[in-house]
Structure formats: structure tokens, C-alpha cells
């Protein structure tokens, strides 16, 4: 009989875990499908990224930087018309006398595009005024650190993608939604053992201490990394339903939540990290989840204490959001297991710790606290579950 | 007369021939108390509110500690909300919990033969159950009416929250019943108040034109789903009462 | 074979539950006998290694067994006293999981595990769901998964509680021939069944090994101080204050009872056989078993 495959069923034997996790999922779908048959969604984007070159050559047209810079970064779509592309105005007129949910659909889409160049030139500017800045400002780590990664971006683009949205999927509550069905899963495994009376024979027996503790890990890790990919799908098939996939890769500083953060990565590359992460983090969360079934005695309390664990990170690390250096107080949220799940915070805002004359990326000490938490958390489970004394 | 005064001298004869023994007080003390041992106690008579009283002093202190600190971190975080939306919003999310507290109480605090000894008293084991329930329910409104008066200045409109929160502890609690009638498990219990916690927060965060929906719902609709929320929840209290009085014992 | 415990102590808290034992168990059965609370359990679990001793240790063949680890559990059979189960498996998947925690091989598991319910007379129920099982058929099943691996080293702690008559006497039986070439501890409330079954008994109390001996040689200490008598209900108050009392059984007007004394206690009373039952009444003082 393989232990693997007993272990596993165990766990996702459990009907509940199934139908509650099914509830939140379907209420969770149910919130974005929501969102689908916004003007925004259908609209702003979409019917522009046909022009997306000619948009981008527009940004980039000296002539067109010049005026805008000129009139104090607010022009109108009719000012800037006769110096771009004739390609962008034939398609927007595709949509004349188009209304959708009260829009005039043509008219909202030229200032949509007028507001991509403009928006698009004035963060180039942006850019290089403070690469200026940094060039002339006191040699700190942190100075050195942003003119390098600053000096490094890949050339801006029009934030004419979804990649916003479909980053944000990893950004809060699917994380939280797959902590909570891991928990819900695991925060059993080695408590139902002890409420059932069944650890006085299993430990007694000759495989039922390390064999059984890796039977029980690697059963516990497919379950989370089941749970994670059924999750990363359904998020993406839903996002694909509601907001398509995202036409083109685009540096995530083309990106509004991530523009001026030192990050040079590219949107794709990104979002592929958030999907390791999230596997990562729900790795670590498993690990810890099982430490803490080790030693409580029912699974209520396992469940709790996890939950507490996780929520306490999110929190934590939800209040500091948008700032991009990482301080002796917000460390402990950006080397959080929901950090390193969300990514979001410490690598999307391209966060950095200063020591001493260095300045050390954050998410290189996530990875190495959460690899010391799975590390001591495995070590732990075993040490509790082998000495864990039964009941006189 | 004669006749008597003879039976008289012959009973004084017979009393005098006859050694009687002379017994202490303490002799006559022991005796008693050995026939003591084969009387019946004495019961003393329990109404349902002496059984309610019971129950309450019986309740553990952590489910007091939990509803407390419930409260008072629901009255902080609504008072320093950045909006009122924000505080309905928190005021929603810690609407079932008192309620489901209670019942993870009842779950985790007893094992499962305690039935057995249940069974055999005297009071009806189902009405003892519900009565526990009730007294969570009673305890979960009064938790939510105190937190619409202390955050009376943040929240628009605290009757109508307050009957929008004794809605879904209702639906929340029935779900929760359902659950624990259909598994007997306390960790599904916990995973609806974790599931509902995060599902709340979503809809706050993310669904923000379904959350100002739900909050402008009127006033009569509001008291018809208080009502049937009232019924499906008094409907599974029924089974889940009767569930845990007829589980079938182990033994010989 | 030798399972030694050496000064072996187990402290909870301020209560010594285990005081300093020292024993040594080869071939044969030994009986655990000792009042509530005196340590049985506690010695059982640490002689599985399931607790870990506060002082001293549990060698055997001279390497203590925290050092054997797997090794040692391949030859351990435990019962635990409440046995623990999956109430979803059915007996057969149920032994079949223990037989693979146990690392046998599934083809012998399989005959094992067949041969094993037929034992312990559960074939017929061998695909039902262990949570429909009654008390007495879930210690069968403890049994029975103890058994798995054959061991040479079998503990049972209070194995025959919940069982009827005809499977006490099946399991007494099953262990007098397992009994010939390994060792089997095992603890009961029923002192005729360690009296039938075990070689020698250790009588334990507050922790501490009071006597261990042959059941023959214990008998022998209380060879002339058991004594029959029939007596009232206020003779048999009063004889309690002074005399351990063993067995009392009512008659239609009287009691008659077994009392253990080094002397004649009553003038009518009449000298009895010793059982392990008197040995136990005059160790511990009628103390609960």
C-alpha cells in the first residue's frame, strides 16, 4: 500500500474542505465576473490596442513630447490629432455615435488615447529628471541602488495591456483564498491522528515515525500544490473570461501601480514569478501548518493557529503597501509567508533593505526567511510528532 | 380495670426480665446515617431558566475572552474606519461571529459520550442543546446592538445595520448548523466563519458596487429575509439538536 | 532476547509516576498489576518509546531502544489502551495501511492480515467500515493489528477490557502459543487473566515495583492468610476497618466473604486456596484496581 497515496486521500477526503472552498471560489468568481460588463473593461483598453505602435510612436514623436511638455502636460485629443498617426483616429472612429452605460464611446476613447501619450511622455520626463537628480545627489546605497535600476528599466510603453489587472490577481485575496483551503486541509493531518488515538500505534510501528512524517509532508505539499494550481487557473480563466489575455508583454514600469518603483522586470516575467511564489509560499504555509498540527490537540486549534500565522503577514504587510524600502519595523511583513505568496509588495515595488553600505533587494530575504521557516518548521513537526507523549 | 392492671404488672414483669440494652446517641447516629445511604436523594426542582443561568456559568472564559475582544476590536476598527462604507463593512464581517463562537463551544468542549451521560438525566437532552444555541444567539445580538451604539457617529444608518447583521448571523449560523448537523466536525464550523470573514472582506474590496447594493437594501425587504434567515435557522437548530441526541453509542 | 529497563523514572511535574524501575524481560508473558494510577501505562509507553523517560533507560541486548528506532519497532507489537481508528476505513484497508507502516510486504500482508481476522473472528465484517464496529470489535481489531508484524516484542495495554468471555478465552489462548519465543507484556483490570496467562507478574504501586515474582511464588504470599467466613452486614463494616477484604458475595441472609489476615480473623472462619486476586487485595490494602 503506498503511504503517499493513503496520506493524500486523507486529506482530500475531506468533503468540507471541498464545499467550503467551493462557496468562497464561486462567491470570489462571482465578484469578478461582476466586473465584466464594465465600460472600462469592454472599452478603454481594448479598442485601443490595435494602435498600440502608432500610440507609442506618438509618445516618443520629439514633436508631439514637445508640445505636450509645453502646454504643462494637458492637451486634448484634437491638439495632438494632426502630429500622430491618422491610423489611430480611423479607429476610434469606428466607434462614432456609439453609447454604452450613458458613454459616448468615440469620445471617451480620445481622451483615453490623448491621456496614454501624454501620461506616457510625462513619466519618461518624470524618469529623467529624477535619474538627474540621482546622478547629483550624495553617494547612499539606496541612491546607488535606485540610478541603477532606474538606468536599467526597458524602454516605457503605453499602459495599454491588462497586465494591472491580471497582476492584481495575486495581489490580496487569492492568496488568502488558497491559505484558507490549505489550512482548512491540512491543520488535521497530524491532529486527527491524536484525536483519533491513532499515534500510540502508528509511532510504534516501524515505518510510522520518518517514513509516515514524509508520507505525511509530501501528501500535505501535493494537496497545497494542487490547491494553488486549481486556484492560479480558475483565477486566470476568469480574468481571460472578463478581461482577455493580456495582448502583449510590457515592462511593469509601463504599469500605473508599479510606475516609478524600481523594478525592471518585465510584466509576463513578473506574473510568472507570483505564480513560483505563490507554489512557494504555500509550501512554506504547509510546512508551518503542519508544525503547528504537530503539537496542538485538536483541529481547531491547529486551524486557528495557522490562520492566525497567515492572517497576522497579510495584515501586517497589506498596511504597507507602495513604499519601496523596507525598514527594521515593515521586515517582518515583506519576509511574510503572504508576501512571498503576493509578491506584489516586495518584489512589484522593487523593495530594498539597506545594511550598512548595501542595499540588499527584499525579496532575497523573503526567500531565505521563508526557506528557514519550511527548514525549522519541518525539523519542528518531526521533533513533535516523535516525542509527542499520549495521554496518561 | 382489673384486667388492665393486670396486663400492666405482667408487661412491667416481662420489661424487668429482659436485659435492655443501653444505647448512646452516637449508636442511634450511625444507624441513621447507614439507613441514610439507602434513601433516594433529594432533587431539587430546575426551570429553564435556572438550567439557562447553569449553562451560561458553565460557559468556558474563553468564549467570553473571544466575544469580548470581538467587540472591542469592532468598536476600534469601525470608529477609526477611513468611511463609513469601510465600518459597515467590518461590522458585516464580525456579524455571525459571537454565534458561531458558541457553537464551536458547544463542539469542542464536550466529547462525544458525554451523550451518554446526558441521555440518562432528567431534563430533555434536545431542549438543553437548543437552549445553548439560543443563549449564543441572544448573546450574538446583544454584541451586535452594542456595537451599533458605540459606533452610532460611523455608521450611517445602525438600525438598519443591525438588522442586516442579525440577517447573516442568521443565515451564517443556519449554514454553520447545516454543516455541523450534516458532518460533526468543529473544523467545517471554523471554516464557514474563516470562509465567511474572507468572502465579506472580498466583496468589500473588490465588489465595492454589490457591497453598496446589499447596504442600501429597504427596510421591508430587509425584515422578510430577517424572517425567513429566522426560519431555515430555527429548522436545522431543530435537526442539529436532534442529530446530537441520536448518535449511536459504542459498547459491549 | 533481553528488554532491560534500567532506573527507569518518569516525572509529570511534582508526580513521580514512574519511580527508578529496574527490570528484565526475557522470553514469556509478564503481567502488569497495579492499582489506578500506580504507572502501568506510563512504563508501557516508555517501554514502546512513544514517552520519553525523564531518567534512566530501555536497552535491548544491551542498546538502548532510542538508538535501535526502526529496528526495534520492527519487532514491537503495541495495543494501546483506547485504540485509535480511522472510522472511514474498513478492517482489511485498515490493516492493510498498519501492514504498510509496518513495512511488510503486501503479499504477506495480505494472507497476514486475512489470517489475522479470521482470528480474531472478524473475516466476516473484513469490508465493513470500522466506525459501525462495537467497543469489543475495535479491541479485536488492536489485536489484530498488533499482531501484523509478528513481533517478538508484544505489549498490550489492558487488552482483554470490553471483550465477552468467549473472546477473552480465544485471546488467553492465542497468547499462551505466542508466548513460546518472544516477549509479551501486557497490563489488565482482570487478574484471572494475568493469572492464566502470565508467567510472572509485576506488581506496581505509586510508581515504584513492589514485587515481581512467579504467579506460583506470589500465591505463596498470602499461603495461609486467606480465610472464608459468613457474615452480617455490620460484621463485614466492621471487618473492613480492620482486614483487607477480597471477594464478598451475598447470600440470602448473610455474605460471605474472602479476608486476607495473618491471623485468624474470625473464630468461624475457614482457611481458603490463594488466588492472585487475594496477593493483590493484600498488596495494596483493597485499594481500587
Known sequence: MNLIGVEFKKIISKKYVWIIALLVALFYAYLILNLANNFNVIYTKNALQPVFDEIMDAAYNPQVQEYIINKGFNVTFEEIQPMISPKITQTIEQYQGKVYEGYDVAKEL?????????????????????????????????????????????????????????????????????????????????????????????????????KLFWSKLLASCLFAALTV???????????????????????????????????????????????????????????????????????????????????????YSQNLEGQYISSKVTIFADVSTFSLMSLTDVLGNGKVFIVGNSAIPTIELTVIAQAVIFAVALSLTYLFYNRKEIDA | MEKNSNEDEHIEKLFKSVDIPQITEKQIESVVKVAADYLPLGRKHMSLWDMAILELRTTSIFFWAACAALMAIAVLFISSAESSFSAAGIFIVVAPAPLLFSLLEIMTTRTPNVIELEKVCKYNVNQLYVLKIMIGTVLNIVVLALISVFSLHTLNSPLQMFLMGSTIMLTIGFLALLIATTLGQSLPVMGILAGWTIAASMLFDNGPKLAMALLSIRFTPLLITLLVSTMLFVLTLHSFSHKLTSLSLGGT | MQLRTQNLTKNFGDKCAVDHVSLTFERGVYGLLGPNGAGKTTLMRMLVDVLPPSSGKVTLDGITIGELGAKYRDILGYMPQEIGYYRDFTAKRFLQYLSALKGLDPRYANRRIDELLDLVGLADVKNKRLGQFSGGMIRRIGIAQALLNDPKILILDEPTAGLDPNERIRFRNILSELSEDRIVILSTHIVSDVQSIAGQVILLKEGKVINYDTTENLRRLVDGKVWLANVSHRELNELKQRFPIGNVLQKDDHFEIRIVSDSKPLPDATPADPSLEDVFVYVFGGEEE
Open chain 1, 110 to 210: 480620445k481622451e483615453e488615447a490623448a491621456l496614454r501619450i501624454e501620461s506616457l511622455v510625462e513619466r519618461n520626463v518624470t524618469i529623467s529628471q529624477r535619474i538627474e537628480e540621482l546622478k547629483n545627489a550624495p553617494d547612499t546605497p539606496l541612491n546607488r541602488y535606485l540610478l541603477q535600476q532606474y538606468t536599467h528599466m526597458p524602454k516605457m510603453e503605453p499602459n495599454l495591456t491588462r497586465w494591472d489587472d491580471w497582476i492584481d490577481i495575486n495581489n490580496s485575496m487569492l492568496p488568502l483564498l488558497i491559505a484558507f483551503v490549505i489550512i482548512l486541509g491540512i491543520s488535521g493531518v497530524y491532529t486527527s491522528e491524536y484525536t483519533s488515538k491513532m499515534h500510540g500505534i502508528l509511532l510504534t510501528t516501524k515505518n510510522g515515525r520518518s
Open chain 1, 229 to 315: 494550481i486549481i486556484f492560479q487557473v480558475f483565477a486566470a480563466l476568469l480574468y481571460t473570461h472578463v478581461y482577455g489575455i493580456p495582448f502583449k508583454n510590457t515592462p511593469m514600469d509601463s504599469l500605473t501601480s508599479f510606475y516609478k518603483r524600481p523594478n525592471t522586470m518585465w510584466a509576463l516575467q513578473f506574473y510568472l514569478c507570483q505564480l513560483v511564489g505563490s507554489l512557494l509560499g504555500a509550501m512554506v504555509l504547509t510546512a508551518v501548518t503542519l508544525c503547528i498540527s504537530s503539537f496542538c490537540r485538536s483541529n481547531l486549534a491547529s486551524f486557528f493557529l495557522s490562520g492566525i500565522y497567515f492572517a497576522l503577514g497579510t495584515l
